[in-house]
């Protein structure tokens, strides 16, 4: 009585001795800290809690998605002329403008109104902007014709496809909370839970290459599955699904999310992005699946 351990009677009348499950866990915890801290990539493809500068980086990500933007900060209004600059430099329509706000020229860049502080405002904070600014710099011959392809998809009916920039604040949020950053409403999480994908966070780079793929991703689902306006929620948690099943294999990489996106779907050969437009406008959507659009462009498998 009163001691740490129990018996039980065990084989040939001799008395086992174990320990109460809590303190069990509490060992096993302890043991696989340990692992992962001696030898960092043996006990990865399990579940467990985030290395030191792992946490770092988690809470720099929620400090930047909680800050909110605002206009009136100096810094602020250099990000967004930032993503004005970088936006200019893909897209012709922008660069043949002077940089202002309001302005018709944010709705073309893929706002949902002319002020786009009302979108960067309602959720994101500041990090939706970084990533826009990020897939726009480092990615502009890729989004130029995946741009044109979203808009095209809108002239005759703006169901058929999503406002660019504002759809992308929504999967800069669904990123974070594959990574287990936030909850379902997209507030930061104080307690960064154990899951399998804290491997794939190297480092604020990576981030942002996690959130381009993602939202190609999206682009990809959205025309596998006929998708709308109104089912982009849905679009999106199909990409949460599959890419949360990619970063969770062992020993997986940013190389290995990137590699299943198929490159082609935002930014086709030449003649390609003309063609699907026209496919997206002129064939019912009911006929338009993505069995046949898929085969064609030859989509990677996950």
């Known amino acids: 009585a009163g001691s740490a351990l129990s018996r039980r009677p065990g084989p040939a ?65 250099a990000l967004l002329h930032r993503l004005w600059r970088a936006a200019a430099s893909v897209l012709p329509e922008v660069a043949a403008e002077e940089y202002t706000h309001p302005s018709t ?21 500041v990090l939706a902007l970084h990533c826009l600014i990020y897939v726009f710099e480092k990615h502009g011959e890729v989004v130029r014709p995946w741009h044109t392809l979203v808009r095209e998809r809108r002239k005759d009916d703006v169901m058929l496809s999503y ?33 399998e994908r804290w491997g794939v966070l ?57 590699a299943a996106v198929d490159r082609r779907l935002v930014a086709p050969d030449d003649g390609v992005a003309g063609e699907v437009a026209a496919e997206s406008r002129t064939t019912p959507r009911g006929a338009r699946g993505g069995e046949g659009l898929t085969q064609r462009r030859g989509f990677a498998s996950t």
């Open 163 to 195: 406002p660019f920039a504002a759809s992308s604040i929504s999967v800069t949020i669904a990123v974070l909370r594959l990574l287990g950053l936030v909850g379902l409403a997209g507030n930061p999480n104080r307690e960064l839970p154990p899951h």
């Open 105 to 125: 020229v944010w709705k073309f860049i893929g706002f949902q109104s002319e002020n786009p502080e009302s979108d960067l405002s309602r959720g994101g904070g």
């Open 202 to 258: 190297r480092d604020l780079r990576s981030y942002f290459r996690l959130y381009t793929a993602a939202f190609m991703m999206v682009e990809q689902i959205f025309v596998e599955t006929n998708a709308t306006y109104m089912t982009f929620n849905t679009t999106v948690k199909g990409m949460e699904e599959r890419m949360g099943a990619l970063m969770a294999r062992r020993d997986a990489t940013v190389e290995d999310v990137e």
């Open 13 to 77: 009348g001799r008395s086992n001795r174990e320990l109460p499950r809590p303190q069990l866990a509490t060992m096993m915890s302890r043991m696989l800290q340990a692992c992962q801290a001696v030898v960092p990539g043996l006990c990865h493809g399990s579940a467990r809690g985030p290395t030191e500068s792992e946490a770092a980086l988690a809470r720099e990500l929620q400090a930047l998605l909680a800050t909110r933007f605002d206009l009136s900060d100096p810094e602020h209004e």
